[in-house]
């Protein structure tokens, strides 16, 4: 990643840092299996930080089961916590979402979240995630009904 970030580290300082599902999902930008995060079950009030940096990233009340395996959010706690970059690494064009402050892969989003107040579907992994209960974010942007397509 070529970008000045907030939050930067050598890949080796990363590699002591993370353990190696989360190196290879964050800073390689893999995929966790589908099932088996452990957050994706998480029904509990709080904030869901960068498990990188520990960046504010989802509120606990953005987040639905969207049924596609990881944790899904229809909405971010300020729109300049992520960073959105297109993504045809499948043959197909997505929408990467990075934290703005570390650069660490988190997931992609879609404009498929039918029945979210944005239509959008922040599909993240689990392993990209930490949950703090109980949390909420600091001076967290309104709620909207835009969607990140749209603006």
Not at 2 to 18: F, G, I, M, N, Q
Not at 83 to 102: K, N, P
Not at 125 to 141: C, I, K, T
Request: net charge negative; hydrophobic share 30%.
């Amino acid at each position: 990643m070529t970008a000045a970030y907030e939050v930067s580290h050598t890949p080796d300082e990363w590699r002591e840092k993370l353990t190696p599902e989360q190196y290879h999902v964050l800073r390689e930008a893999g995929t966790e299996r589908p099932g088996t995060g452990e957050l994706l079950h998480e029904e509990r009030d709080g904030l869901y930080r960068c498990a990188a940096c520990k960046a504010e990233l989802f509120q606990s009340g953005t987040k639905f089961d969207s049924g596609c395996g990881w944790p899904s959010f229809y909405q971010v706690v300020r729109p300049e916590a992520v960073q959105l970059l297109d993504d045809d690494s499948l043959g197909h064009m997505r929408t990467e979402v990075r934290c703005a402050a570390c650069g660490s892969h988190l997931g992609h989003v879609f404009p498929d979240g039918f029945g979210t107040p944005t239509g959008d579907r922040y599909c993240m992994n689990s392993v990209a995630l930490d949950f703090e209960a109980g949390a909420a974010a600091n001076n967290p942007a309104p709620a909207t009904t835009k969607s990140v397509f749209e603006q």
